[in-house]
């Protein structure tokens, strides 16, 4: 992409091929996004690499390591081998212990994002894939000589965009993410997500609350990085108490969202704004304009579709995947 727009988009791509990533890269083209387009990317062929930096992809190459066992199909991530074995278990208990200031209410002091404590958990590969990402988004927003106006923050894989990302009525300093239909407690997974991470009397607290997907991240450079540090912080303690497990960090951003530790939050409800996740969205009510395209309920196009080509959505990727097909 060319960077004639101070804005960035990160997402991170791990074991995949450009045939699931064209569609995403694809489509953004065509909404005319001018700015910064990075990913992260491990475990990818040569030829994926190439065709991303073909299309203006910023590629940041990172280790994440897998093991191969004889008559067992599924490869298994390292970071399951810290949370099981018991020693190296607690490998990340110790890292804690010697980064972390003690005591006190949480601040910008005792917080556990610094950096050295964050490269040694990446590159341990001490956390799960969509745990780890979440660090390096840390690492290169803190670290960066550039400022973003705008920073969108997003799944890669299930990601579509029909409009330009940041084209919507946009307050300055504020976090913007994504509602699902669904309850908290009412939903098994992200119910487990908080009560593993936070304990049942959290749960309890939270669990009458709609789930906020963590799919899309929106705010400027600085509310970004402000969110990060809150979800690193949190993310590590999870490592450290064995607790990392897979998804974790969805739980960990309906925390921060719901417990106001970032205070200037939109919430975007389905068809009411510039994402649709779709996921447990009713496909009765989705909305289309004379193109095909799905709409808002003022009619205007909906910038970003999350979840799209998931199981029941199959009139969704009929209907939008002119947004990518001919530019493979």
């Known amino acids: 992409m060319n960077t004639n727009e101070n804005t960035l988009i990160l997402g991170m791509v791990d074991k995949l091929e450009w045939d699931k990533l064209s569609p995403f890269v694809i489509s953004l083209e065509r909404t005319g996004y001018k700015g910064e387009l990075c990913f992260f990317v491990s475990n990818v062929s040569k030829k994926t690499i190439y065709k991303l930096q073909e299309h203006g992809v910023q590629v940041m190459k990172f280790r994440d390591f897998y093991f191969k066992f004889p008559f067992i199909k599924q490869e298994i991530h390292i970071y399951h081998f810290y949370r099981r074995l ?5 490998f990340p208990y110790f890292l804690y212990k010697l980064f972390n200031s003690e005591g006190g209410r949480l601040n910008s002091e005792n917080l556990l994002c610094k950096d050295k404590i964050v490269k040694v958990f990446l590159n341990l590969n001490l956390l799960s894939f969509p745990c780890s990402r979440f660090l390096m988004y840390y690492l290169f927003l803190k ?3 550039k400022y973003y106006s705008k920073v969108l923050l997003t799944d890669i894989s299930d990601v579509l965009f029909q409009r330009h990302p940041f084209d919507f009525e946009y307050r300055e300093n504020s976090l913007y993410s994504g509602l699902e239909e669904n309850i ?6 992200n119910s487990r997500w908080i009560a593993v991470a936070f304990g049942q009397q959290v749960l309890s607290e939270l669990g009458h609350y709609r789930v906020i997907s963590n799919g899309q991240i929106i705010g400027n450079q600085h ?13 590590i303690q999870t490592a450290y108490k064995q607790i990392n497990v897979h998804g974790i960090d969805q739980g960990i951003h309906n925390f921060i969202i719901r417990k106001g530790l970032i205070r200037d939050v939109v919430l975007n409800e389905n068809q009411g704004g510039p994402i649709l996740t779709l996921g447990n969205f009713d496909p009765a009510r989705i909305r289309y304009n004379k193109d095909g395209l799905l709409i808002n309920v003022d009619g205007s196009i909906i910038n970003i579709l999350h979840h799209y080509d998931w199981h029941g959505y199959e009139k969704v990727v009929e209907n939008v995947k002119h947004l990518y097909e001919g530019g493979i």
């Not at 908290?184 to 997974?189: F, G, N, S, T, Y």
């Not at 509310?223 to 993310?235: D, G, N, P, R, S």
Request: net charge neutral; charged share 15%.
């Open 143 to 145: 670290n960066t000589d």
């Open 223 to 235: 509310t970004v990085l402000k969110y990060l540090q809150y979800l690193v912080h949190y993310i």
């Open 86 to 90: 018991p020693f190296t278990g607690h």
């Open 184 to 189: 908290i407690a009412a939903d098994r997974l």
